[in-house]
């Protein structure tokens, strides 16, 4: 179909069905044509509000979740669509964008030029909208944290102004952590936006731990407002974007129901406020992408192999990674993801020195962490002194991670907290046996080898005696290789993909869509 034709056809539509198009375009928005829109019934239209958004962008498990929440969503006849900052990593560089939205806003004092940008072809599984605002950072690196709270404002009023000219009103929007936790106070308190007031809002919490706070002294970078409503931007007496949200969306959502649980029970500063809003927050259980992560077609490993095929298919990918230094032959337990806190990883110095030292111990062990620098450095000690035990690798290499998952026997996830856990899934999907805290996404997906059914192993707190003893089951159960094997296969056979989860957010916007 011939360019002009496909945009005049576009347009006609547009005019007939009042499809999501700005009524002030900077220039022509493109489109493949008109496929996807030409519906006599339209579908729930959702705008996902994100920081992050697999592939475009994205530093853990809210960019991850985002993508395929979003791709399932469009899989079960949802129109869901993403808008994010635009950041210049390598994916967004290598497209050409459109400007379909144009404006100038005020933060304090300072001018800023901005523009809602959309690809010029169709590069993921969804509509996508990004966020350019000239003067504030967007490098590669997705948070600066010197000027996070200019960024996350500005971001969060353009696409609001954005939509608030959009011909046709989304039936829901949908906020994604402390990043777009301001929005539901904009819809109810800054008159700029009263003609969204009536969209219906949902904040999911991906992780607490990250509220966005600043001080009262940045409140001009919002847009004005009464300021009898300033106590729903407070919290503590700083502004806390992620509390805001919890007290303003319609509905408040949780990647696990038992990180919900955790969030009004345990230690977080927000726990008053979690159980004076419990009735409308609600657990969904996050999944992942079984596409995307899937042994039997993953290009970045050494062998595919499939449930049939697990034991030969592991075994060269195991060997790949051992190479001359670890012995295969003994059980390889891994660690991936940030060397912080939260993920238990300040122990692993600790823990490590005591199992290599330990007459007990009869395993190898792999670390592929970033962030947290005195930790890797720490470990790096550790390697020098036992390099046919250890090897440390200070990397966030995707396909490093898919190889280390497919030779490894255990996947150590000593975690304070884990709201999503998503690791612990992509584990079991290749075959890898989840060691695991029993706490929040964590506990939801994983049942103990104590069990009949069971296909990992938990243990209860974070110390290195605990995870250490962990550590030293998973060792007695990979010596009795029958049982360990069939407790592989069940692993690989458990479904973890968004399908029943996706469903319960469908009918989430169902129901909140007949409140408007």
């Given amino acids: 179909m011939p360019q002009i034709f496909a945009q005049t056809s576009f347009g006609i539509w547009n005019l007939f069905f009042g499809i999501l198009i700005p009524r002030r ?27 992050e958004c697999y592939p475009v962008a994205k530093v853990g498990d809210l960019g991850d979740s985002v993508g395929a929440m979003v791709m399932n969503q469009n899989e079960l006849g949802i129109r869901a669509k993403v808008i994010m900052p635009y950041y210049g990593t390598p994916f967004v560089k290598q497209e050409n964008f459109d400007s379909i939205f144009e404006e100038h806003i005020l933060l304090n004092t300072k001018r800023y030029s901005c523009k809602v940008l959309i690809p ?57 952590d402390h990043h777009a936790g301001l929005v539901p ?16 809002t949902i904040l999911t919490i991906h992780n607490a731990h990250y509220q966005g706070i600043f001080g009262h002294e940045k409140l001009g970078l919002l847009p004005l407002f009464n300021h009898i409503h300033l106590g729903l931007l407070e919290w503590n007496n700083v502004i806390n974007p992620l509390a805001a949200g919890v007290k303003c969306a ?12 955790e969030l009004k029970s345990n230690g977080n500063v927000l726990k008053r406020l979690f159980v004076k809003e419990g009735k409308k927050c609600q657990g969904i259980l996050n999944g992942i992408n079984t596409s995307e992560w899937n042994p039997e077609t993953d290009d970045a490993l050494i062998k595919k192999y499939s449930t049939r095929s ?48 330990s007459d007990k111990n ?21 390697e020098k002194i036992h390099p046919t035990k250890l090897t440390v690798q200070y990397s966030n290499d ?44 964590l506990n939801d997906t994983v049942i103990d080898i104590k069990k009949e059914d069971g296909f990992g192993i938990k243990h209860k707190g974070v110390s290195i005696k605990r ?10 159960l990979y010596l009795d290789q029958e049982r360990f094997k069939k407790i592989r296969v069940i692993a690989m056979k458990k479904d973890h993909s968004w399908r029943s989860s996706v469903k319960e957010y469908i009918d989430l916007y169902r129901e909140l869509d007949k409140l408007k």
């Fill in 25 to 51: 375009l900077a220039r022509p928005c493109r489109s493949d044509g008109p496929r996807g829109y030409l519906l006599l019934m339209q579908p729930l239209e959702i705008i996902h509000i994100t920081a």
């Fill in 120 to 176: 010029r072809r169709r590069i993921v599984w969804f509509d996508l909208f990004l966020v350019h605002v000239e003067g504030l950072p967007d490098e590669e690196k997705i948070y600066s944290e010197k000027e996070d709270a200019e960024r996350f404002i500005a971001f969060q009023r353009v696409t609001l102004d954005f939509l608030n000219q959009l011909a046709k009103k989304p039936n829901v929007i949908h906020c994604h």
């Fill in 185 to 200: 106070f904009m819809l109810l308190h800054c008159q700029e936006y009263s003609e969204l007031r009536n969209i219906p």
């Fill in 250 to 261: 319609w509905r408040v959502g949780t990647v696990s129901p038992s990180y919900l649980e």
């Fill in 310 to 357: 697990v034991e030969s298919g592991k075994k060269v990918n195991k060997n790949s990674l051992c190479n001359k230094f670890l012995k295969p032959e003994k059980p390889l337990f891994v660690f991936i993801g940030r060397l912080i806190w939260e993920n238990g990883a300040d122990l692993l110095p600790g823990l490590l020195k005591d199992l290599l030292k």
């Fill in 362 to 382: 009869d395993g190898n062990y792999i670390v592929l962490g970033s962030e947290g620098l005195s930790v890797a450095n720490a470990l790096k000690s550790l």
């Fill in 398 to 441: 995707e396909r490093m991670k898919r190889r280390i998952l497919a030779g490894a026997d255990f996947l150590l996830l000593p975690s304070r907290t884990d709201p999503a856990g998503n690791r612990q899934m992509l584990a079991m999907r290749y075959g890898t046996i989840p060691v695991v805290n029993n706490v929040g996404a």
């Fill in 467 to 476: 995870i250490r003893n962990a550590i030293f089951r998973a060792q007695r």
